[in-house]
């Protein structure tokens, strides 16, 4: 008797651990703020990674994180899904996002393009009014803004993307895998990524066994970082890719005042 109690108490105990080392940082979300002086007066949201076969956050828990912040834009860097069979579970997300009236631009990543028709989920995005940039910029009130498609994927352009840029704007930069920045030869103000979820699961040497790219192989997988040509950050994403865990990561969204 005292034996299956201790049993049980270990198990309960196992759980709980479990919980709190790799579940509970899918659910905690994290307000990340980025103040990086362009003096342009925005507040920019940033979404990236929400792969909503493997996301906790709840559609109206992101629209009232919105109704709060009160962003100028709303940027969402690439993976909504992998999977045909979950457009309908994005698409309440989409909903939640498009009854808050800001501005949503967005582009593809890496899992959007693994799907065998990515055209359905492109007429998803355009249903909901979400402005889709592929290799193409948009000339905005206070700047330029310019989505380069997926680098992964292989379906950079980046001369494409840059070709009708004001050369007398800010100009700032959505995609989807950081690792373009390596390739980006032209100037620019700010550029926001994501992609490589900080890791996920914060163990040492995760991008020596896992091959994402030469950035992360750098070390440079989250946060803000600098370069010659502009400045970039990297999301940690709010969905998980994978396995539906993080070790030590909490998904995110990102408010950048610029």
């Given at each position: 008797?005292?034996?299956?109690?201790?049993?049980?108490?270990?198990?309960?105990?196992f759980?709980?651990?479990?919980?709190?080392?790799?579940?509970?940082?899918?659910?905690?979300?994290?307000?990340?703020?980025?103040?990086?002086?362009?003096?342009?007066?925005?507040?920019?949201?940033?979404?990236?990674?929400?792969?909503?076969?493997?996301?906790?956050?709840?559609p109206?828990?992101?629209?009232?994180?919105?109704?709060?912040?009160?962003?100028?834009?709303?940027?969402?860097?690439?993976?909504?899904?992998?999977?045909?069979?979950?457009?309908?579970?994005?698409?309440?997300?989409?909903?939640?996002?498009?009854?808050?009236?800001?501005?949503i631009?967005?582009?593809?990543?890496?899992?959007?393009?693994?799907?065998?028709?990515?055209?359905?989920?492109?007429?998803?995005?355009?249903?909901?009014?979400?402005?889709?940039?592929?290799?193409?910029?948009?000339?905005?009130?206070?700047?330029?803004?310019?989505?380069?498609d997926?680098?992964?994927?292989?379906?950079?352009?980046?001369?494409?993307?840059?070709?009708?840029?004001?050369?007398s704007?800010?100009?700032?930069i959505?995609?989807?895998?950081?690792?373009?920045?390596l390739?980006?030869?032209?100037?620019y103000?700010?550029?926001?990524?994501?992609?490589?979820?900080?890791?996920?699961?914060?163990?040492?040497?995760?991008?020596?066994?896992?091959?994402?790219?030469?950035?992360?192989?750098?070390?440079?997988?989250?946060?803000?970082?600098k370069?010659?040509?502009?400045?970039?950050?990297?999301?940690?994403?709010?969905?998980?890719?994978?396995?539906?865990?993080?070790?030590?990561?909490r998904?995110?969204?990102t408010?950048?005042e610029?």
């Amino acid at each position: 008797m005292e034996g299956n109690v201790l049993y049980c108490l270990y198990l309960l105990l196992f759980i709980l651990l479990f919980y709190i080392g790799f579940i509970l940082p899918t659910q905690w979300l994290k307000i990340e703020r980025i103040a990086y002086a362009l003096q342009l007066k925005l507040r920019i949201l940033q979404i990236s990674d929400l792969h909503v076969e493997r996301l906790r956050i709840s559609p109206a828990r992101i629209a009232a994180i919105i109704d709060k912040e009160k962003p100028d834009y709303i940027c969402i860097t690439g993976d909504f899904t992998k999977h045909r069979k979950s457009l309908p579970k994005l698409e309440a997300y989409l909903r939640a996002l498009s009854i808050c009236h800001v501005p949503i631009y967005c582009v593809l990543g890496n899992h959007d393009y693994q799907q065998k028709n990515v055209t359905e989920l492109i007429q998803l995005l355009s249903k909901y009014g979400l402005h889709l940039l592929r290799n193409e910029s948009l000339h905005l009130e206070k700047f330029d803004l310019i989505g380069i498609d997926d680098f992964d994927s292989r379906k950079s352009d980046i001369g494409a993307a840059f070709q009708t840029v004001d050369p007398s704007k800010p100009k700032i930069i959505i995609t989807h895998d950081p690792n373009v920045v390596l390739h980006i030869d032209k100037a620019y103000d700010y550029l926001m990524a994501g992609h490589l979820h900080g890791k996920q699961f914060n163990i040492p040497y995760f991008f020596k066994i896992k091959d994402a790219g030469k950035l992360p192989r750098m070390g440079i997988y989250k946060g803000l970082h600098k370069q010659s040509n502009g400045a970039y950050y990297i999301s940690k994403g709010i969905g998980q890719t994978g396995i539906n865990a993080r070790f030590l990561v909490r998904s995110e969204i990102t408010i950048h005042e610029l």
